[in-house]
């Protein structure tokens, strides 16, 4: 009798406890698998996103570029089923010593927008040249469509006086002492192309002399100054 009731008391705790723990180590392998496996894709994943912006940031950090949004305008495409809105983005990108560059990029959000036409105006930065890093060598009109703008040097002390635009363009390029006048229209888009037409026109002394085959002292010396006065000058322009 004794053994018939161990018998019967062993068995369902055979049952019971062989079921359970199939059941337990099933559904720990189940979890577990994809909790690594959930882990590994989010932990490769990271490793590669954080890779993409190392990458980025010692780029972007090498050059420190300034960047200024100038305007953002809401757009639409008509489709078969009504209307699709975004947005177009103006930037522009200098590095504050003589390089700048504008782009514009459309998208469906404004972050999206900006990144694009941050990374167009990178693209198509160009030089201008300026005298003592502060300022340009000569005065300069520019003009695109119905936009006209002037340019005109100043001394030092006098800022940027301009507006919109052309005062992130400026403060962009490092230009310190500045006069500008714009003509014609509001467009921002006009008046960033009308002010770019005017700076790729800009030329120094050193680059004239190159071409002509002449020492910047012979050119400074023409206007009336003296041979010395003349060295002077051409030893303090820093282009």
């Given amino acids: 009798m004794a053994d018939e009731t161990n018998l019967d008391a062993a068995a369902p705790v055979e049952a019971t406890g062989g ?13 577990g698998g994809n909790d690594r496996g959930e882990r590994g894709e989010r932990g490769g994943r990271g490793r590669r996103d954080d890779r993409r912006g190392r990458g980025n940031n010692e780029e972007e950090g090498g050059e420190e570029l300034i960047e200024k949004l100038v305007h953002i305008n809401r757009v639409s495409k008509t489709v078969k089923g009504g209307k699709r809105f975004g947005f177009a983005a103006l930037v522009v990108v200098g590095d504050g010593k003589g390089r700048v560059g504008f782009g514009h990029g459309k998208a469906r959000e404004v972050p999206e927008a ?7 105006a990178k693209k198509k930065m160009v030089r201008v040249p300026l005298k003592e890093g502060r300022t340009l060598h000569h005065d300069g009109k520019g003009r ?6 002037n340019v005109r040097s100043a001394p030092a002390g006098t800022g940027i006086i301009a507006g919109g635009p052309m005062r992130a363009v400026f403060e962009s390029l490092g230009v310190a002492d500045v006069v500008t006048k714009s003509v014609g229209t509001s467009n921002p888009y006009n008046m960033i192309r009308a002010t770019f037409d005017a700076l790729t026109d ?18 400074l010396g023409r206007g009336g100054a003296t041979a010395v006065e003349a060295e002077a000058e051409a030893a303090a322009i820093v282009e």
């Fill in 144 to 149: 695109f469509g119905a936009g006209k703008v």
């Fill in 114 to 120: 900006i990144t694009k036409a941050t990374a167009s």
């Fill in 202 to 219: 800009q030329t120094s002394p050193k680059s004239v002399a190159q071409r002509r085959g002449k020492k910047v002292a012979d050119l």
């Fill in 19 to 31: 079921e359970p723990q199939r059941e337990g180590r099933g559904r720990g392998r189940g979890r």
